[in-house]
Structure formats: C-alpha cells, structure tokens
Nanobody, 126 residues
Framework: QVQLVESGGGLVQAGGSLRLSCAAS????????MGWFRQAPGKEREFVAA????????SYTDSVKGRFTLSRDNAKNTVYLQMNSLKPEDTAVYYC???????????????????WGQGTLVTVSS
C-alpha cells in the first residue's frame, strides 16, 4: 500500500508560484498513476491533474491548463505540481492521490480514489 505526504503549500500573492510535492512510501510507487485534487471552503473536492506511472501522459482540468505542470520522479518516489500564475480562485487544500488502475489521460473523480494524502493548504491573496 502506498502512503502519501504532501508539502509545499503556503501563502502567495496572485501571479506568484508554488511547487507542491507529494512523497510516497512503498516500493510499488512507480506502478501507480498519481493525481492532485483540491477542495476550497464550502466546495466539493475537484480534480486538478493526473500523471501516469511513466510520466509521459498527463491530464489537467481546464482552469489550470497552461499554468500548472505535473511531473514525477520515480527514483525519489515523488510527484510535483508546479503552479504558476496563481489566482485567488486557486485557494484550496490540495490533496495528492494514487491509483494503479485509473488512466491518467482523463479526469479522475474523488469517489474512485482510495489512497489520499492529508492535504496541504494553498492560499492565494489578491
């Protein structure tokens, strides 16, 4: 079983950048597709991005395309979400998730995931 720990959240001004990391434990990390979700106060958890186990296939929700980049380093058991040109509406708790069945080339739904990190808070001030 893979366990996930996110880091890198914080407070940033609009237009700024942050890089979130998700460190995984477990020898089978490289066989898992990885994804990021976010949940703003009072809203449902929503899909942000996903990457397949090779790192060659990714998908993004429309609102972050061109601003966020998801990558992974299987040697370090870590995935990275580089977030640029941040907007106040990006404010949320960001969660990392893992799955060894879902295809990373399409949107994921929270109910399909069983492996989650604890979340890291991103606050973007205007």
């Amino acid at each position: 079983q893979v366990q996930l720990v996110e880091s890198g959240g914080g407070l940033v001004q609009a237009g700024g950048s942050l890089r979130l990391s998700c460190a995984a434990s477990g020898r089978t990390f490289s066989s898992y597709a990885m994804g990021w979700f976010r949940q703003a106060p009072g809203k449902e958890r929503e899909f942000v991005a996903a990457i397949d186990w090779t790192g060659s296939s990714t998908s993004y929700t429309d609102s972050v395309k061109g601003r966020f980049t998801l990558s992974r380093d299987n040697a370090k058991n870590t995935v990275y979400l580089q977030m640029n040109s941040l907007k106040p509406e990006d404010t949320a708790v960001y969660y990392c998730a893992a799955d060894n069945i879902l295809w990373a080339g399409s949107k994921w739904f929270p109910g399909d995931l069983k492996i989650w990190g604890q979340g890291t808070l991103v606050t973007v001030s205007s």
